[in-house]
């Protein structure tokens, strides 16, 4: 890969508690570690994410919706929006993490803006490699410098939706109830609840359900459901210090051997195979909220 330094380097701020205070920017590579699940298996964060794809195409699912997404695209994902990404194998992207309200102040959910003006391209392309800067050179007031800038994308995105960049189709009725399914699956994917509950309490049938899901993302509501669990569990299982039957208990199995068996089904491997596996890759730079 060539280009400068600082955007090559994988930067993290440590200025900061990164529970509190953590804006971080990184390639695509950097911030999956080369695992590529950790971006396109359904999942929601604790902090905010801006996506920039500057070549290449993909898909990507949005509460339950998925889109088609391309370059000169840029994804907003407030923390807790149930998401994935898919990108193709010559695709490159910049990704932005925040505390969660710093991107978007207003808090007006996830937004799919198409940038086709090469000033706001260029907007946005700058004060990302301007953040990237500021942490390869990692001066004194690190912090506030990143959080200004994270203020100015705030304001680059708030003209571009001024500017018709906003890509946001009507919701059909199959959407919206998606949409509340990926909202409770956000809510619940850590309790014992199957996806016939969720349908319940979205006072539908599962038949109903699955069928809505499958035309808004091609995946069953089971499959949302189980691709969230098993998205957590591989993170907690790459975290040498948590054992086991925690991580079962904390995703909701009523056993360590259930959750064995999920696992094992799953991923093709035991929970202490797949943490031994994972444990002798490099750490990951990103924060694995």
């Known amino acids: 890969m060539t280009g400068p330094a600082f955007l090559r380097k994988p930067s993290r701020i440590n200025d900061a508690p990164p529970t509190e205070r953590d804006i971080r920017c990184q390639n695509l590579a950097q911030f999956t570690g080369g695992e590529a699940w950790r971006l396109s298996d359904l999942h929601d964060r604790n902090d905010d994410l801006l996506i920039w794809i500057t070549r290449g195409q993909g898909r990507v699912t949005v509460n339950g919706v998925r889109r088609g997404i391309g370059a000169h695209n840029a994804m907003v994902l407030p923390s807790g929006t149930l998401m994935s990404l898919e990108l193709g194998p010559q695709s490159l992207a910049q990704v932005v993490?925040?505390?969660?309200?710093?991107?978007?102040?207003?808090?007006?959910?996830?937004?799919?803006?198409?940038?086709?003006d090469s000033l706001g391209q260029a907007e946005l392309t700058g004060e990302i490699e301007a953040m990237q800067r500021e942490i390869s050179l990692a001066r004194p007031f690190l912090y506030k410098a990143l959080e200004a800038h994270m203020r100015l994308i705030s304001v680059w995105i708030a003209r571009q939706e001024a500017n018709g960049a906003l890509d946001a189709p009507k919701e059909t009725a199959a959407q919206r109830l998606v949409k509340r399914y990926a909202a409770k699956?956000?809510?619940?994917?850590n309790t014992d609840m199957?996806?016939?509950?969720?349908?319940?309490?979205?006072?539908?049938?599962p038949t109903h359900l699955t069928r809505v899901c499958r035309s808004t993302c091609g995946?069953?509501?089971?499959?949302?459901?189980?691709?969230?669990?098993?998205?957590?569990?591989?993170?907690?299982?790459?975290?040498?210090?948590i054992e086991v039957k925690e991580i079962a208990k904390s995703l909701g199995f009523g056993s360590a051997a259930y959750f064995t068996r999920f696992i094992q089904s799953h991923l093709r491997m035991s929970p202490t195979a797949y943490r031994k596996a994972a444990l002798k890759k490099p750490a990951n730079v990103t924060a694995l909220s």
């Not at 199957?194 to 049938?205: I, N, P, R």
């Not at 509501?221 to 957590?232: G, I, Q, S």
């Open 97 to 116: 993490q925040c505390p969660t309200g710093l991107l978007d102040p207003n808090n007006k959910g996830a937004k799919h803006l198409r940038i086709r």
């Open 185 to 189: 699956v956000v809510q619940n994917y």
């Open 194 to 205: 199957v996806m016939a509950d969720y349908a319940e309490a979205l006072d539908v049938t």
């Open 219 to 241: 995946k069953t509501a089971a499959d949302m459901l189980v691709e969230r669990k098993l998205y957590e569990a591989r993170r907690m299982l790459a975290q040498p210090k």
